[in-house]
Nanobody, 125 residues
Framework: VQLVESGGGSVQAGGPLRLSCSASRYTSGWYCLAWFRQAPGKEREGVAT???????NYADSVKDRFTISKDNVKGTLYLQTHSLKPEDTAIYYC?????????????????????WGPGTQVTVS
């Protein structure tokens, strides 16, 4: 799967931003999809996951502010953000992994995702 993020940019604190991740060259099957982020000087961390059947999970730091979703027809993963804070400043990455049918994505480690986008910068000031 080839992934490319878009939608990043600079935004004032409290504002929204919608990130997109376009997927190509994927085959049919059950996928775990996720958003990660890496802030300056910090390790990359998980933000949200969405199972193939739409079940979602979020990091505590973004719960109730971010929403992960996907459009299977368009082959696009989204991350809608609201009430952004300066500490949300980071490079945001989408990731995908083909898994067995019915597998839940929550708790999946970064090294268990084989496909990654190059990232998109989000800066909140």
């Amino acid at each position: 799967v080839q992934l490319v993020e878009s939608g990043g940019g600079s935004v004032q604190a409290g504002g929204p931003l919608r990130l997109s991740c376009s997927a190509s060259r994927y085959t049919s099957g059950w996928y775990c999809l996720a958003w990660f982020r890496q802030a300056p000087g910090k390790e990359r961390e998980g933000v949200a996951t969405i199972d193939d059947d739409g079940h979602t999970n979020y990091a505590d730091s973004v719960k109730d502010r971010f929403t992960i979703s996907k459009d299977n027809v368009k082959g696009t993963l989204y991350l809608q953000t609201h009430s952004l804070k300066p500490e949300d400043t980071a490079i945001y990455y989408c990731a995908a992994e083909s898994v067995a049918w019915g597998i839940r994505c929550v708790g999946r480690r970064q090294d268990e995702y084989s496909d990654w986008g190059p990232g998109t910068q989000v800066t909140v000031s």
